[in-house]
């Protein structure tokens, strides 16, 4: 709703400037006597104008239009660090809040978790609903809603901020978009939503260390925090697969009572093969009240254990590969066979290997995808890549312009370089009369091209012709700096005179 209109300078300090119509009309009553009195009222009217419309040009006067209307984006924190019950009564509060707003004045709603999803754009209707069934609510990104909260402001309106969350975000970076918001004019108003879990155990993290040798006992470290007394059970899963904690009891998890504050819990596994092993480890509670948030009660580790150098040998005819997986078997090296078309797909399948031979393989037994693969497992993850010979291997297997190409310490496409003896060319070129014209310069032009493709061991010499015979280029060798000049000598050629042929 238009409330007002007006009108302002952006460039006032001009207005004192009208003050010049008091000479002009000075100056009009005492020098235009001469026009008449109703010509010269007119000149001393215009000019006063014409001075007026320049000084109200240079002051840039501005129209302005005041908007009552007022749109309040309301941001409300999604994330499941905060009970549900707080979440409604946040809800219900601002519901209120809005019956009591002006009625022109709009309303939209933001939904933050772990990103931002438009609730309501801006609009008439208070209506707040319930949460965003598509945020899953694992993050608090409370920079993404604010940020999200200037993109849908409307710009013919007043806007205000309502930041309703517990302030804990996990994800981006809330001082910086509160500045932008600042800087545009757009306060934030923030609703503290404030709660208190009497019990609740967090699982800080999982300690395993990252690489350890094979059959090396591996120290874990479980850190919990609780901020009561509480009773509960841990257990431990490697690779998916359930750890048995307590090998003297039925039960595979082991009892834990734990006091407020941190708690560290320590043990040892056996590293077990070598390879990545991946540990997830989850607190049970046991007994009502222990635990509200169930999502903060696990912890997960990966680490790599270093054993044997693990060599993957692949072929595809069932030959080749397993003699050499057969030799490299009677050494302490790790090798395993496969045929090509069981090669992996995913790098992920090769983080456990040392290094790759490829047995006399064409390329078409490989897709290009898994070459590419292939590439980056040598140039990114440090691998090794061997390629033996074969009448299916190098360039006769296909490889040339290939992604293994480039990776391969070999050139599979060597240029064919042929050794020429060192030779002499001796040109003789026709001046006579009859050579004017097309006819000289075509033999200029093929007595270049011949020079041009003389190696700087050849020797070159050139006769002219005419009545009578003379060297224009003595025999000499057919260096660069030669060459240069004897294209210029052969340019200066002209055509005259008889044709004898014999002496030359």
Not at 13 to 42: D, E, K, T
Not at 151 to 168: H, K, M
Request: net charge negative; with cysteine; aromatic share 6%.
């Amino acid at each position: 709703m238009i409330a007002s209109t007006g009108i302002y300078f952006a460039a006032p300090f001009w207005l004192p400037a009208c003050l010049l119509v008091i000479p002009l009309i000075w100056m009009g009553r005492r020098n235009l006597v001469a026009l008449g009195r109703g010509r010269q009222w007119a000149a001393t009217v215009l000019r006063c104008l014409v001075v007026l419309l320049l000084v109200l040009a240079l002051a840039q006067p501005k129209f302005t239009r005041t908007n009552e209307q007022l749109t309040l984006i309301t941001v409300i924190d999604r994330s499941r660090s905060i009970p549900a019950s707080v979440q409604q009564q946040a809800q219900a509060y601002l519901q209120e809040a809005f019956q009591a707003r002006a009625n022109n004045d709009q309303l939209a709603v933001i939904d933050v978790a772990e990103q931002a999803a438009i609730a309501k754009l801006p609009a008439l209707d208070t209506t707040v609903h319930d949460r965003n069934t598509s945020l899953s609510g694992n993050e608090s990104d409370l920079a993404a809603g604010i940020n999200m909260a200037l993109a849908i402001a409307p710009p013919d309106s007043a806007v205000r901020i309502v930041l309703a969350s517990d302030g804990n975000e996990t994800r981006g970076r809330l001082l910086e978009s509160a500045q932008t918001a600042g800087a545009n004019g757009i306060p934030i108003d923030v609703l503290p939503l404030q709660y208190d879990y009497g019990s609740e155990v967090i699982f800080k993290r999982l300690s395993v260390p990252s690489t350890a040798a094979g059959r090396q006992t591996l120290p874990l470290r479980f850190v919990l925090h609780s901020t009561k007394v509480a009773r509960g059970r841990l257990q431990l899963n490697l690779n998916g697969r359930q750890v048995d904690l307590d090998p003297d009891s039925p039960e595979s998890t082991i009892a834990v009572e734990l006091k407020p504050g941190t708690n560290v819990k320590t043990m040892s596994l056996p590293s077990g093969s070598r390879g990545i092993h991946e540990f997830e480890a989850f607190f049970i509670p046991e007994g009502p009240g222990v635990d509200q948030i169930e999502d903060n009660n696990r912890a997960s580790a990966i680490t790599y254990v270093h054993g044997p150098g693990h060599v993957l040998v692949c072929d595809a005819d069932g030959r080749a590969g397993k003699a050499i997986a057969d030799s490299l078997s009677k050494t302490s090296l790790d090798a395993h066979y496969i045929n090509i078309s069981d090669f992996p797909t995913t790098p992920t399948h090769l983080l456990d290997t040392d290094a790759i031979i490829l047995a006399n393989i064409d390329s078409s037994n490989i897709t290009l995808d898994q070459q590419e693969m292939l590439a980056r497992y040598v140039t990114d993850l440090g691998g090794g890549l061997i390629m033996s010979g074969g009448p299916e291997s190098f360039g006769a297997g296909g490889w040339i312009g290939s992604p293994i190409e480039e990776v391969l310490p070999v050139d599979l496409d060597p240029p064919q370089k042929k050794q020429m003896p060192k030779g002499a060319l001796v040109l003789i070129i026709d001046r006579s009369g009859s050579m004017a014209g097309d006819k000289i310069r075509m033999c200029k032009t093929a007595a270049i091209a011949s020079v041009r493709q003389l190696s700087y061991k050849d020797s070159v010499g050139i006769i002219l012709f005419d009545a009578r015979s003379q060297w224009l280029v003595k025999m000499t060798e057919a260096t660069p700096e030669n060459k240069e000049k004897i294209y210029k000598t052969i340019s200066t050629v002209g055509a005259d005179g008889g044709t004898v042929m014999g002496p030359a």
